[in-house]
């Protein structure tokens, strides 16, 4: 091989450096640019999708385990109520780690789980780790229900019916508020029976429905479930809003105090 000029081969040692030196740091500046343009568009998105696609104050919803239902978030306190149930849940909003928000029924039962960005996680004893949940459209908004005495005691008659059938004894139902607490009083009568009657259908938990004869229904300054002497007394609380009454949670660990899963 012929030896050129000492500058010539400086030169052509200095460019296969250069060459070389590309072919490594390319790569890696690319990633970096792209890692970089990345994270512009998906900020660019995220903002966008905030500004554009907010959720609805009364958004109807289905997760990836099929249960739909319908938030309600309009008013002071969160609604949520599953297709097909009777019950509105009233949500309590807590902070968790990495800026996410956990919504807790009045018993202290996860319910659902939002992100920073958006993300919604409904938690069901169809689902107890966690179902996503995407938002198919606005829904109408979650009221209480509003009766007349005579369809109150036509409901009470009823309800009081179903148990009595389902327990094989008789199973009264008594009622002591006044028109203040009348959409309180029809939800508490509601969700209670049901309760009673999802504890009766399990093998485990109708033991401790042995000694049921009554459940009553009163008014007073803040809510309360006590269970004593076969007696299931109910205090519902207008002052305190759509809060006012006990879910079906607090009404199941008032005879299964030790049960941790979410009924829903």
Do not use: K
């Not at 990836?64 to 849940?89: H, I, K, N, V």
């Not at 259908?201 to 429905?209: A, E, F, I, Q």
């Not at 309360?224 to 205090?235: F, K, S």
Request: avoid cysteine; charged fraction near 20%; hydrophobic fraction near 40%.
């Amino acid at each position: 091989m012929a030896r050129g000029p000492l500058p010539t081969v400086m030169a052509l040692a200095i460019a296969a450096a250069a060459l070389l030196s590309a072919a490594f740091t390319a790569p890696q500046v690319f990633a970096q640019e792209r890692g970089n343009a990345q994270a512009e568009q998906s900020q660019a998105l995220r903002r966008r999708g905030g500004a554009n696609h907010a959720p609805p104050p009364v958004g109807r919803y289905i997760s990836e385990s099929g249960e739909a239902f319908t938030l309600d978030r309009s008013g002071q306190r969160p609604l949520l109520r599953f297709d097909r149930r009777d019950e509105t849940w009233v949500l309590r909003p807590t902070a968790a780690p990495r800026g996410d928000v956990i919504y807790r029924n009045d018993a202290g039962q996860q319910i659902l789980r939002l992100t920073p960005g958006g993300g919604m996680t409904v938690f069901t004893s169809r689902a107890p780790g966690g179902s996503p949940v995407s938002l198919t459209g606005p829904g109408e908004a979650l009221t209480q229900p509003s009766l007349g005495p005579a369809q109150l005691f036509q409901l009470m008659t009823r309800r009081s019916a179903m148990m009595s059938q389902t327990m094989g004894r008789l199973i009264e139902i008594n009622v002591d508020t006044d028109a203040d607490a009348e959409g309180l009083t029809v939800e508490a009568l509601i969700l209670s029976t049901d309760a009673v009657l999802r504890i009766a259908r399990s093998p485990t938990g109708r033991s401790s429905l042995n000694q049921l004869r009554r459940i009553v229904i009163v008014q007073g300054g803040s809510t309360a479930v006590t269970y004593v002497r076969g007696e299931l007394r109910i205090v519902v609380a207008p002052t305190q809003g759509v809060a006012g009454r006990p879910s079906s949670a607090r009404v199941i660990r008032a005879f299964l105090p030790q049960d941790p899963t979410p009924n829903r």
